[in-house]
């Protein structure tokens, strides 16, 4: 490959292509664009792509940048007024970015778990950690103070997706997030849709359950087991004989279900998800189960528990 000459340049001249934004760092704050190519051609050298480009007492380096909706998970104390928010993206995955003057009275509110925001990334380099601009879309958190189930829901939903590699997509996952915090103060539908979040989390760590067919029989009817084996559903009949061993299928979680969550039935998934989170994934890292997963789970208990009826 012939060697390549790089210059800053505001004409389009002959030949010349523009190669994308750099930010100028060092000596000097200013942007600029950038037109590479190889000496005697009129393309852009791909081998500058994302590279340092030296010019006399000045560095010059590629911007990165994207854009995308985000759901707060937390935030941190960065310096005098900054903070380190981390938010589940649209399409990047979960995801850390600095964000200045984050501790202003302006930018509080708006940093607070279970809100939806429109966020800017940019970093000179993709590993960076980089910085975000924030914009308000939709700001829960004061509905989300009400209920202990909205409380401690949040921050449990936050350590599930802890468990996932940070800036690997997982569009469904942001999906479900999105339609979760809206349900939090139910404590029926969000005990039920935490349950759904915490199998669809094992899937993508690759320790799916499958309660779609009998793993004896295969038949799709009377589901009533979970195999602590094999993660696989098991009929009644089959499973009867070894009903000891056996881990309850919720019915709610059944292919054929049409019932809702009630009190037994979700307090049986509770302990069904928790179990194979437990073999797959928290024993192995050496990892405690969350303590807000356990104060979700004795809120949403407690406000499906039936009352004593009177004598």
């Known amino acids: 490959m012939p060697p390549c000459s790089a210059v800053l ?31 005697s051609a009129s393309t852009p050298c791909p081998r500058n792509h994302h590279c340092l480009i030296r010019f006399p007492s000045r560095v ?13 998970l937390g935030i941190r104390r960065h310096g005098e007024s900054s903070a380190i928010a981390e938010v589940m993206t649209a ?23 279970g809100n939806t925001v429109e966020l800017t990334w940019r970093a000179r380099l993709d590993e960076h950690m980089g910085e975000f601009r924030i914009e308000p879309l939709e700001l829960r958190a004061a509905r989300l103070m009400e209920a ?19 800036r690997d997509p997982h569009p469904h996952l942001y999906e479900a997030l999105a339609v979760i915090v809206d349900h939090l103060e139910d404590p029926a539908d969000a005990g ?14 690759g320790f799916g359950l499958d309660l779609t067919e009998c793993v004896a029989t295969g038949t799709r009817e009377d589901l009533a ?16 004989p070894y009903a000891d061993r056996m881990l309850v299928l919720p019915e709610f979680l059944a292919v054929e279900a049409r019932s809702a969550a009630d009190y037994d039935s979700l307090a049986a998934a509770f302990r069904l998800t928790a179990f194979f989170l437990n073999r797959h994934v ?30």
């Open 192 to 205: 039920e849709l935490f349950v759904r979040f915490e199998l669809a989390v094992l899937n993508d760590l």
């Open 60 to 72: 010059y380096a590629f911007s990165m940048q994207w854009s995308d909706q985000a759901i707060i």
């Open 91 to 113: 399409s990047r995955g979960r995801h850390l970015g600095m964000v200045r003057s984050g501790r202003s009275r302006a930018m509080q509110p708006v940093l607070q778990p």
């Open 282 to 311: 928290y024993e192995p890292r050496g990892l405690k189960v969350s303590s807000a997963r356990d104060g979700f789970v004795n809120a949403a208990l407690k406000a499906l528990k039936p009352s004593s009826s009177a004598a």
């Open 148 to 166: 202990a189930t909205s409380v401690y829901g949040i921050q449990a939903l936050g350590a599930l997706l802890r468990l996932l590699p940070e």
């Open 9 to 39: 340049t505001s004409n389009m001249a002959s030949g010349w292509r523009e190669y994308g934004e750099i930010e100028a760092i060092g000596e000097c704050s200013r942007k600029a664009t950038v037109r590479v190519r190889p000496e």
């Open 225 to 240: 087991y979970v195999s602590p084996k094999s993660g696989r559903a098991v009929c009644r009949a089959s499973g009867a």
